[in-house]
């Protein structure tokens, strides 16, 4: 696999983000967003996988997804940017059931998307990505010598889109909408973690570099001492998709460049046995959450 080097305009659009991001803060800018523990603490697939079941392990955590065969697994940055949103909104509202906006375009802009149509267009990966996403199961699972705890969930009872895909700036008849399963609503309401949206937007070209900022997000949160995580740890958590440990290393070390330009709070080390982490203000004050 090849190493993707930062270019000096991917850089540049970095700085300039995190120029703004330290110029207001995020709750004060309206940017305060959130995304849901669980999914923070073992990721989505970056890259499409085979077959309708796929596991991250973070420690004593598992994270398993299941999809029925007819739809397969999310997989990307957009269902990352989908969650984002959902967990945000949840937040937000405290309403299980959200409202998608009258119009495709108009929910794309929110999501930081532009609406392109064609076979590679955004709009039919947003489509299909939304029916990967709604349509799969989640299964977390923690265990330890003394206790095995196991939650099972979906992440929404019901969705109703009406949008024209051929039309996207067109409004429908109806809203678009979607109910959140009631112990996904629970669980982002009971465990949100306080992100910056212009982070995510800065970052949402790759799903590594957006997984490596949520979690470092939430583990400087509470990280008390520095802690060495082993790469085979890191690669189990984020990387199942690479065949190689050493790959995965080259890939995290790379997008970790992008995530200390938006966060530059971080603290962190690369040693040849692992990344260490050094504690570090979260990104989000605590008082913002």
Known sequence: MAKKELSPKS?????????AIEAEQAQEAGKL????????????????VDGIE????????????????????????VPRLLLTWLATEAVKTRERELVLGDSLSGFMRELGMTPTGGRWGTIPRLKDQTRRLFAASITGIYEDEGQTAMLSQKIADHANIWWDTGHPGQAGLWQSTVKLSESFFNEVIGHPVPIDLRAIQALKRSPLALDLYTWMSFRFSYLKQSTVIPWAALQMQFGADYKLTRQFKAALIEHLKSVAVVYPEARFDIQDKGLMLIPSPPHIAKKSA
């Open 54 to 77: 796929f596991t991250r392990r973070n420690g004593n955590f598992t994270l398993t997804l299941l999809a029925p065969s007819r739809v397969g697994l999310p997989y990307g940055t």
């Open 33 to 48: 967003g959130f995304m849901c523990r669980a999914m923070v603490q073992a990721s989505l697939p970056s890259r499409k």
């Open 11 to 19: 850089i540049n659009a970095l700085v300039e983000e995190v120029l």
